[in-house]
């Protein structure tokens, strides 16, 4: 008698986990088919109101709560979103065509909350893209006319030469005198692993429209953006290469990439001005 029972229970809590198993199974497989149909409506950046009717189809016929369907919303839109700022650069294209897709994918800014700061980032990177540079204060008295483009905690580092040792630093290296757009993309060394070299201070980097200044505990480094013949990019760093004197300086940063693309940025057009000057001046 208890064993018959048993094993009706058992029977009883086994289909119990099946139906579960197949309802679980049978919503992933209702959400699957529901991303790659709005994936398909939105491949040419234009959604119709014939696919705005299918994809309503879709999520009738497989009973999509709007819970289900904001997450693959969100799930398409961040990959997006990665895909955009892989590169450490939004060009305008770019910018526009995620203000489309959100708008398409009906997200709030609450639904986009938990990505707050990689928008602020990407909004800053696309002014950049601009020549829109963000005007803050800066820690550090600055001569009449200079305004401060960028502040960021940082370690200043020597580089440990070794001779006979070929150098095993990678980095995205851009010519402060060519036009090449910013870009991260490209093999980058980590500069605070690297034996190679050594953080000797620790202060802020300060990035105006005329210099980059390093003002440590115990050093102080101002790089003139006339003088700055290239910015090299590491994974947590930048390097700036002056000609005259002859300096290498290696900074290991937060936020490498947005603080090389305002500095690059900032020295370029510093450069373009007084290129301006002298032309007229002759």
Same mark, same amino acid.
């Given at each position: 008698?208890?064993?018959?029972?048993?094993?009706?229970?058992?029977?009883?809590?086994?289909?119990?986990?099946?139906?579960?198993?197949?309802?679980?199974?049978?919503?992933?497989?209702?959400?699957?088919?529901?991303?790659?149909?709005?994936?398909?409506?939105?491949?040419?950046?234009?959604?119709?109101?014939?696919?705005?009717?299918?994809?309503?189809?879709?999520?009738?016929?497989?009973?999509?709560?709007?819970?289900?369907?904001?997450?693959?919303?969100?799930?398409?839109?961040?990959?997006?979103?990665?895909?955009?700022?892989?590169?450490?650069?939004?060009? /305008?294209? $770019?910018?526009?065509?995620?203000?489309?897709? #959100?708008?398409? !994918?009906?997200? *709030? +800014?609450?639904? &986009?909350?938990? %990505?707050?700061?990689?928008?602020?980032?990407?909004?800053?990177?696309?002014?950049?893209?601009?020549?829109?540079?963000?005007?803050?204060?800066?820690?550090?008295?600055?001569?009449?006319?200079?305004?401060?483009?960028?502040?960021?905690?940082?370690?200043?580092?020597?580089?440990?030469?070794?001779?006979?040792?070929?150098?095993?630093?990678?980095?995205?290296?851009?010519?402060?005198? /060519?036009? $090449?757009?910013?870009?991260?993309?490209?093999? #980058?060394?980590? !500069?605070?692993? *690297? +034996?190679?070299? &050594?953080?000797? %201070?620790?202060?802020?980097?300060?990035?105006?429209?005329?210099?980059?200044?390093?003002?440590?505990?115990?050093?102080?480094?101002?790089?003139?953006?006339?003088?700055?013949?290239?910015?090299?990019?590491?994974?947590?760093?930048?390097?700036?290469?002056?000609?005259?004197?002859?300096?290498?300086?290696?900074?290991?940063?937060?936020?490498?990439?947005?603080?090389?693309?305002?500095?690059?940025?900032?020295?370029?057009?510093?450069?373009?001005?007084?290129?301006? !000057?002298?032309?007229?001046?002759?």
């Amino acid at each position: 008698m208890f064993s018959f029972l048993w094993l009706t229970l058992d029977l009883a809590a086994a289909a119990a986990v099946s139906g579960l198993t197949f309802l679980r199974y049978r919503r992933l497989h209702g959400r699957r088919l529901y991303k790659e149909s709005l994936e398909r409506a939105l491949a040419d950046g234009i959604l119709t109101e014939d696919e705005a009717r299918e994809l309503k189809s879709v999520r009738e016929q497989r009973d999509l709560t709007e819970a289900e369907v904001r997450m693959v919303a969100l799930s398409l839109y961040r990959r997006a979103l990665r895909d955009a700022v892989a590169d450490s650069r939004i060009t /305008a294209e $770019e910018s526009d065509e995620l203000a489309v897709l #959100r708008t398409h !994918l009906g997200l *709030s +800014d609450r639904d &986009l909350r938990a %990505d707050a700061s990689q928008l602020r980032r990407i909004c800053l990177l696309s002014e950049i893209e601009r020549q829109h540079l963000p005007l803050i204060d800066s820690p550090v008295a600055l001569a009449n006319g200079e305004q401060c483009h960028w502040v960021v905690q940082a370690r200043l580092a020597d580089r440990l030469v070794t001779p006979g040792r070929r150098t095993e630093l990678r980095s995205v290296s851009f010519d402060l005198a /060519a036009n $090449e757009p910013f870009s991260a993309e490209g093999e #980058r060394s980590d !500069l605070t692993s *690297s +034996d190679q070299v &050594l953080p000797t %201070d620790l202060g802020v980097v300060v990035v105006t429209n005329r210099r980059t200044l390093f003002r440590g505990a115990r050093r102080t480094v101002v790089v003139p953006h006339m003088k700055l013949g290239r910015l090299e990019l590491y994974k947590d760093g930048i390097a700036l290469q002056q000609s005259d004197p002859a300096q290498h300086n290696y900074l290991i940063v937060d936020d490498p990439e947005l603080t090389a693309a305002v500095l690059l940025c900032a020295a370029r057009i510093r450069r373009g001005e007084l290129s301006g !000057l002298t032309t007229r001046s002759a």
